[in-house]
Each structure stands twice: as C-alpha cells, then as structure tokens.
C-alpha cells in the first residue's frame, strides 16, 4: 500500500507513533508515579477500555498508511498486558512498517524476551536510573533492587535484541550515577540514553533546578572518555549521539529541556484507551476509540487521524517556564509512556 505523507501546522510529517498497550507498572517511580498519587489503591482503567490487540492492529496499519515507520510500545509496563508476543506479530506483517520496538523496566523480560523476538519486535529500550541498589528501591518506591532488571537487560541480549538503556538524571538524587551508568554501558555494550528530568504530567513536583543539563552532563563524560559526535540516523531522531572512540558503543542525550527538538518531532502517541495525543506535553487527547467502536470505516478513521495531526502547532518544549510546568494540563507519563 503506498503511503500518504501528512504533515502538521509546522510541517513536520507524521513518522513516529507510541502505543500505550497498559496504564499499570511494576514501580511507583518518583518521576511518574510518585506514592502520594498513586498508591497500591489506584484505580487504572478497565480491560473494557483498553484497546483490543485487533482494534491496535486497525489503526496501525492506517497510521502506518499515513506515514508511520516506526511504533515503540509502551506503558504503564506494557509487558504486563497478556499474550503481547501475540500483538508485535500482528504489528510485524503490516506492509510498510520498519521498526517495531519496547520500552520496558525489564523485569519480565526473562519469561518472554525470546518470543517477542520470534515475533518481531527489533529492540528495547530499559528505564535503569542507578546501579545502586539501595536509590533504586528509593525511586522504584517499591524496595526492588536492580537485579531482575539486569537479568532482563542479559535476556533481552541472548534473545537478539537489540538493547538501549533510559537514564532519567535528577539533581541530587541520582547525578552521582552518570559516570558508574556510563562505565557499566560501555563494558557491557549497551547504548545508553541519559534524559533530561522533565516536567511530564503534573504529579512529579517537577522544578527547573532538578534539571541536570545535556551540557553538563556531557563535561562530566568528557572528562572520563574520549567521545565523538554522530550524525542523526534520520529525521526526528530525538537523541543526539556520540560515540566511545574506543569502542563501537553509543552514548546519547535526550535534551528536551535545554535544547528543544519540538521543530523536527515527528511523533504521534495513542494511550491505552484509544485517545490521540500529538504532544508528550499536551494533556488533551483526541478521541479514536469511541469513534471507531461506534462503527468508523478506515476512510473516517484516515480522515480523523489526519484532521488531528494536520491541526497540531504543539512546542511546548520552545515555550517551557516554571509557570507554564505549573499550570499547564499534562497527561501523565505512567498513562502515556515516554
């Protein structure tokens, strides 16, 4: 099927979507769900309404249509949703899509990293903040050493995938860990994204002073390892790249705070229950669940898709304050994923 190119307000093509395929996580982390928000009595949505594995599938493959190459999915813990080997196979046939990738904690990713790549998927990226066991129990919220986090990072390798690893960096909670994640990545050959601390939703207490910047991160790196920079692999790429001249390892910065990259974001979120989100940032969603289970064709449901991406002018990030991070409606992240 040959695609059809979309743009948005600020002509920036539709490449990029995130699929949510659960609202529920293993942790309570400080910089999603913090314990006062969401306690072991929280409510998530019913099985009713999330999407089905098939309802996903429709609209992948439209989004797919309009431009979409790559999906990432996402969570909650999106290996917490039954049977998921089941949707990266239906995900995998869809003519036209290049990558198929998992954001993941890891921890379950020993029962079943070898059927998701059986099934498909190419990669996955896993949030690992510290190495220290005692701060990940403190920021996990629940105790949990990092040790099955690291057995799933080991399966995940034999399995054949592909492995990345998210690093959130919070002043004074875990900035003394840039240069011990760095020296574990690079011994093990493991990619490793630092990102900037970031005002996502409105329930993380979020300051620009928690901010530990790409800049200053990248000093401290700099002072340790010879680093070389890497050109963008294609556009949109939100990390940007340098490379251990030592070894073939990666080592990228997510700076969405310091250094905006809203001017060339091509990325398109769908939450669990079947709502649109154009922007990480942006708390109001669009509707496609409903709309779709009240009996759409995939004629209305092109033309939808398209009508939203077409109006969006999201920029949050070009426009972030301490105010706007205070009275701005933000969709949380533990409902989105990242």
């Known amino acids: ?20 395929v659960i609202d529920r996580c293993n942790f309570r982390c400080q910089y999603c769900m913090p314990a ?17 594995y098939e309802e996903i599938e429709r609209l992948a493959k439209i989004f ?12 909650g813990e999106p290996l917490l949703r039954r049977d998921l080997p089941l949707l990266v196979e239906k995900l995998s046939h869809i003519e036209g899509l290049q990558d198929i ?20 998927l190419k990669r996955v990226n896993v949030s690992l903040d510290t190495l220290n066991d005692e701060l990940f129990g403190e920021i996990n919220g629940r105790g949990v050493g990092t040790k099955p986090v690291l057995e799933g990072i080991e399966a995940a390798k034999e399995a054949g995938l592909g492995v990345k690893i998210n690093m959130v960096v919070k002043k004074g909670l875990n900035d003394s860990e840039i240069i011990p994640m760095a020296d574990f990545c690079k011994k093990n050959g493991l990619e490793l994204r630092f990102i900037e601390y970031m005002d996502v939703g409105s329930s993380n207490g979020w300051k620009m002073d928690d901010v530990i910047s790409k800049k200053e991160i990248y ?16 556009y949109g790429e939100v990390a940007k790249l340098y490379h251990y001249n030592d070894t073939d390892v990666n ?9 905006s990259f809203c001017s060339s974001c091509t990325r398109s979120r769908l939450s669990a229950n079947g709502q649109i989100f154009t922007c990480l940032f942006n708390g109001n969603g669009h509707d496609i669940r409903n709309f779709m289970r009240n009996g ?13 991406w077409s109006g969006r002018n999201d920029r949050y990030s070009d426009e972030r304050t301490e105010e706007t991070a205070k009275t701005r409606k933000k969709i949380e992240m533990s409902y989105i994923g990242g």
């Not at 040959?2 to 979507?17: A, C, G, H």
């Open 36 to 52: 006062d928000q969401f306690g072991d009595d929280f409510e998530f949505l019913p099985k009713s309404a999330l999407l089905t």
């Open 219 to 234: 000093q401290m790196l700099k002072e340790h390892y010879q680093l070389e920079s890497r050109d963008p692999a294609y």
């Open 64 to 75: 797919v249509h309009l431009g979409v190459e790559k999906i990432r999915l996402t969570g």
């Open 251 to 259: 080592v990228g910065f997510i700076s969405s705070v310091s250094e």
């Open 101 to 120: 990738a998992l954001t993941t904690n890891g921890v379950l990713l020993p029962k079943v990293a070898s059927k998701l790549k059986s099934a498909g």
């Open 1 to 20: 099927m040959e695609k059809t190119i979309i743009k948005d307000k600020l002509n920036r093509p539709l490449r990029d979507l995130r699929i949510s």
């Open 296 to 308: 759409a064709t995939d004629e209305e449901l092109r033309d939808r898709i398209t009508s939203i």
